[in-house]
């Protein structure tokens, strides 16, 4: 059974920085590009970043490029979002995702956790 | 940048069969595949639909996808609605400058 489970949320003061941990299990992670996928309370889902299955290739929604760092440690399983000079439109629900296609690049999301709570209020 | 649009909301009753559009702005709807999430209250999303037309496993074959390239769109049909079927939808495809596109979602309710 495929589980990716999300940690390091919380709340975190503007322009202050936070690192997104998720762990994957059920399926050969370093087979796969994974996606990082927010949604705002009440709001629509928007993409953020993705890696793919060997950190060869990365991309950014322009809403965060320059600020949050996408990374993979693929021998421990495991997706990172670094967040830095967070504002308070980055207050989201975060979800890690896995991706459809066996070493491709970005195409669309099979697997979802089940989100972290990040939450940027002075 | 391409843009996928949604219906804001659609609802029927129990039992009848309901349509969600998403249509592509800019570039072939056939050309990229298309993804189908559904995110009850509360939850986090599922996916029902991937590439295109194809249902993972465990989803209900009462939900279906497909693609009309007249109106460069994408489809989800629900038949057989059931209450549990109210959420949110959001359709998501992507091309070569654009990774991964979500479309606005459409909100079902099921009366």
């Known amino acids: 059974e495929v589980q990716l489970v999300e940690s390091g949320g919380g709340l975190v003061q503007p322009g202050r920085s936070l690192r997104l941990s998720c762990a994957a299990s059920?399926?050969?992670?370093?087979?796969?590009?994974m996606h990082w996928v927010r949604q705002a309370p009440g709001k629509g889902l928007e993409w953020v970043s993705g890696?793919?299955?060997?950190?060869?290739?990365?991309a950014y929604a322009e809403s965060v490029e320059g600020r949050f760092t996408i990374s993979r440690d693929n021998a421990k399983n495991s997706l990172y979002l670094q967040m830095n000079s967070l504002r308070a439109e980055d207050t989201a629900f975060y979800y890690c995702?896995?991706?459809?296609?066996?070493?491709?690049?970005?195409?669309?999301?099979?697997?979802w956790g089940q989100g972290t709570l990040v939450t940027v209020s002075s | 940048n391409f843009m996928l649009t949604q219906p804001h909301s659609v609802s029927d009753s129990p039992g009848k069969t309901v349509t969600i559009s998403c249509t592509r702005s800019?570039?072939?709807?056939?050309?990229?595949?298309v993804q189908w999430y559904q995110q009850r209250p509360g939850s986090s999303p599922t996916t029902v639909i991937y590439?295109?037309?194809?249902?993972p496993s465990g989803v209900p074959d009462r939900f279906s996808g497909s693609i009309d390239t007249s109106s460069n769109s994408a489809s989800l049909t629900i038949s057989g609605l059931k209450t549990e079927d109210a959420a949110d939808y959001y359709c998501?495809?992507?091309?070569?400058?654009?990774?991964?596109?979500f479309g606005g979602g459409t909100k079902l309710t099921v009366l």
């Open positions: 998501q495809s992507y091309d070569g400058s654009n990774p991964c596109v």
């Open positions: 590439e295109d037309s194809q249902r």
């Open positions: 995702a896995k991706d459809i296609s066996w070493r491709d690049w970005l195409r669309g999301v099979d697997y």
């Open positions: 059920g399926f050969t992670f370093d087979d796969y590009a």
């Open positions: 800019s570039g072939s709807i056939a050309s990229n595949y």
């Open positions: 890696i793919n299955w060997n950190s060869g290739s990365i």
